[in-house]
């Protein structure tokens, strides 16, 4: 199995992405080839005393830009380092790629380059989230801010087959997004959504509030993308939050310092359940061919984990339940 991965794509590139790769390689017996300039990745590894030799590398000296707009790559920049490495994948020379370069470029670059699945209408970031029980995936966590009805039971679908193959969970539970668990709540765009997930191949168990997510009330939560992404970022401020008052908290004098050495593998414990590295990257659920997304600050960690990722998605066949539930919903509108 060959992953393709961004070597110029998020904060910390290359390195992170170098020591990444090279991680996972050992440890997953994974074939994995950076696109990217070759020269810059060489020297960073040799200044680093990093050793790549078990690594590929493809070249291409083009990065797509964090301000560059999402379409530029696949018209001016179609030899930057993510349009490559999505091509390989399109051409089959990867089994999945993974990115934690610009996001919309990335969806526009997966949608034209890797192609959707056949009757798929938008492609749909699919982030999991930590929740008091087992993790929560949401979806679309961003990739598409205006969507209809049927875009987001295609959300469900895709999102329940991940979350069933990938990681383990049996008839996930799906629930719509709104603003109060009645039936009659929403606009119309929930509304109509409700009204298709009840007849939907899922295990739709109705709406869900934004509160009831933390506490683990639903195994995948399906959003509009505009919607999906103030979750997301809420989420995401919060975790900071609670870390930072937490370190506050437990360092204010020397009698919390001495508790904070008594709960220290707690306090580990839970760091690593809200840890987004924990995960690698959000899939772009959708797509022909497995993407990941990677957090645009991941370090080695998350890119460790994002090519662990990548590989249990080629491997448990996710795309193919897809595929097979979207061809049942069908056939049974036409019976």
Do not use: W
């Amino acid at each position: 199995m060959n992953i393709v991965m961004d070597a110029f794509g998020g904060d910390n590139a290359p390195l992170e992405v170098i020591k990444g790769a090279v991680d996972a390689v050992a440890d997953f017996k994974v074939d994995v080839t950076l696109v990217g300039d070759e020269e810059k990745i060489k020297k960073c590894a040799k200044d680093n005393s990093i050793d790549i030799s078990s690594l590929k590398i493809k070249h291409t000296p083009v990065v797509i830009e964090i301000c560059d707009e999402p379409t530029e790559v696949i018209k001016s920049k179609k030899d930057c380092s993510m349009a490559v490495g999505l091509q390989m994948l399109a051409d089959g020379e990867g089994d999945a790629f993974v990115s934690a370069g610009s996001t919309g470029a990335l969806v526009v670059g997966a949608t034209f380059i890797a192609k959707r699945l056949k009757g798929i209408k938008r492609p749909a970031l699919a982030t999991v989230l930590p929740t008091a029980g087992a993790p929560t995936m949401l979806l679309d966590s961003g990739a598409n801010a205006e969507c209809r009805p049927e875009m987001l039971v295609q959300f469900g679908i895709m999102g329940s087959a991940y979350m069933e193959k990938v990681l383990g969970v049996k008839k996930p539970r799906v629930c719509l997004a709104n603003i109060g668990a009645e039936e009659s709540k929403g606009r119309e765009l929930e509304l109509e959504t409700y009204k298709l997930l009840k007849t939907a191949p899922v295990n739709f168990t109705g709406n869900i509030e934004a509160r009831q997510v933390p506490l683990g009330d639903a195994d995948v939560v399906v959003a509009d993308g505009f919607t999906g992404n103030i979750m997301l970022k809420l989420y995401e401020g919060m975790a900071k939050f609670f870390a930072g008052e937490l370190k506050t908290l437990l360092t204010a004098n020397a009698k919390s310092k001495l508790a904070a050495l008594l709960v220290m593998n707690n306090v580990k414990a839970f760091k690593k359940k809200v840890d987004y590295s924990e995960y690698g990257g959000a899939p772009l659920l959708g797509t022909a061919k497995p993407v990941i997304k990677a957090h645009g600050s991941s370090d080695a960690k998350a890119f460790y984990n994002a090519v662990r990722q990548a590989k249990i998605f080629t491997e448990t066949g996710v795309i193919d339940t897809i595929t097979e539930a979207l061809a049942s919903m069908k056939s049974s509108k036409e019976a």
